[in-house]
């Protein structure tokens, strides 16, 4: 079987709270002799996820700009998208799971309830 869109994740019930850890590597586009060029082809980045309760790596493409976030700043995920790549081995397949995403942004903070904001106003008295 092959999902070549890979599998589609319920981010919040997936990962839970994401926090921005750090870079983890880049990389590069080869030529076509096999040496390593100075262009980069995707990023990825450590997560901590609450859901998964462990650090998670997750790339995105090289043309989203370079993540500087604060360290444990809330982050959230865009589109993002589970696959595996299989290697034969004399046993069956030794199988790695990978987690891709258009791009990795910050948190929105959720605004005040229309209830709260009303009681931080004052209150006038009737006519």
Request: hydrophobic share 35%; no cysteine.
């Given at each position: 079987?092959?999902?070549?869109?890979?599998?589609?994740?319920?981010?919040?019930?997936?990962?839970?709270?994401?926090?921005?850890?750090?870079l983890?590597?880049?990389?590069?586009?080869?030529?076509?002799?096999?040496?390593v060029?100075?262009?980069?082809k995707?990023?990825?980045?450590?997560?901590?996820?609450?859901?998964?309760?462990?650090?998670?790596?997750?790339?995105?493409?090289?043309?989203?700009?370079?993540?500087?976030?604060?360290y444990?700043?809330e982050?959230?995920?865009?589109?993002?998208?589970?696959?595996?790549?299989?290697t034969?081995?004399f046993?069956?397949?030794?199988?790695?799971?990978?987690?891709?995403?258009?791009?990795?942004?910050?948190?929105?903070?959720?605004?005040?309830?229309?209830?709260?904001?009303?009681?931080?106003?004052?209150?006038?008295?009737?006519?």
């Amino acid at each position: 079987m092959r999902l070549a869109e890979g599998i589609v994740i319920d981010k919040d019930k997936t990962f839970g709270a994401l926090k921005f850890s750090a870079l983890r590597r880049e990389v590069r586009v080869n030529n076509e002799d096999g040496t390593v060029s100075d262009e980069i082809k995707e990023r990825t980045y450590d997560l901590k996820s609450r859901g998964q309760g462990q650090m998670i790596q997750v790339s995105i493409p090289a043309a989203i700009p370079l993540k500087e976030y604060d360290y444990n700043a809330e982050v959230e995920l865009v589109n993002p998208v589970a696959n595996t790549v299989a290697t034969a081995t004399f046993r069956g397949a030794d199988v790695d799971w990978y987690i891709k995403a258009e791009d990795i942004v910050l948190k929105k903070k959720q605004s005040l309830s229309r209830s709260t904001s009303q009681q931080a106003q004052p209150q006038t008295k009737g006519k």
